[in-house]
């Protein structure tokens, strides 16, 4: 979802800040990071599940089938509204950790495209517009709970309840396959048994994912009546 990434100080004066609907780039994106603080709103309007990358896995919100349709930019009656926190917060993002375990604070150095004048970074005391604020404030509440997120995630992992999710789905009269997802074991019996381990080691966060996440792969018919009725428009 970041194209440009550079480190974000507070000294800086000047950042036009644009609608997240004008930064287009972000239509053709259809996972986005997910963190525990808002995990109980994003399983009731979209799939919760895991996504492979080359730090292990990370828990993302599904929130479409296909680039160019992405339903969380939109206002689609097949879901709830529902304002994940990575893109309220962006052109804002996390970066690594430094020594002190304290989330390096990025900004995607993007322009907007659209007719609606941006928001400036400073209001004119110099300080933080009310904008700018809104969204490092999205950042800071995604970020608390963002490392426990991520680490629970590699726990699930390392326990073996991780399993690939190979998804396809007919649209009209195409097939459109999902890759790269994972799922915890179908298997309900092997689940419970490799699940009991993991919530020994971190307790009710472990049996909240687990419960959420499950509860949200219902969300995927929303996905599908959603996409094959704009296939049929």
């Not at 997910?34 to 309007?45: K, Y």
Request: one cysteine or more.
């Amino acid at each position: 979802m970041y194209k440009n990434l550079a480190p974000f100080s507070y000294e800086r004066k000047r950042l036009e800040l644009f609608s997240t609907a004008q930064y287009k780039h972000l239509n053709k994106t259809i996972t986005f990071p997910v963190s525990l603080v808002e995990v109980n709103n994003v399983a009731h309007s979209y799939p919760v599940v895991w996504q492979r990358n080359k730090d292990g896995v990370e828990l993302v919100a599904l929130v479409g089938l296909e680039p160019d349709h992405n339903y969380a930019l939109s206002q689609h009656p097949n879901f709830v509204r529902c304002n994940l926190l990575i893109l309220e917060a962006y052109p804002f993002a996390l970066g690594k950790t430094d020594k002190e375990g304290h989330w390096q604070i990025l900004v995607d150095e993007v322009i907007g495209q659209g007719e609606d004048e941006p928001a400036a970074l400073r209001n004119a005391a110099g300080e933080l517009s009310e904008e700018a604020d809104h969204r490092l404030s999205a950042l800071r509440v995604f970020a608390e709970s963002y490392g426990r997120t991520q680490a629970h995630s590699q726990q699930l992992d390392q326990a073996g309840l991780l399993k690939p999710w190979d998804v396809s789905l007919k649209i009209g009269e195409r097939f459109v396959g999902l890759r790269g997802l994972e799922v915890l074991d179908r298997d309900v019996d092997i689940r419970r048994l490799k699940l009991a381990g993991v919530i020994e080691q971190v307790g009710w966060d472990a049996i909240h994912l687990a419960t959420m996440h499950e509860l949200s792969l219902f969300r995927m018919q929303n996905l599908l009546e959603a996409r094959s009725a704009a296939q049929a428009a």
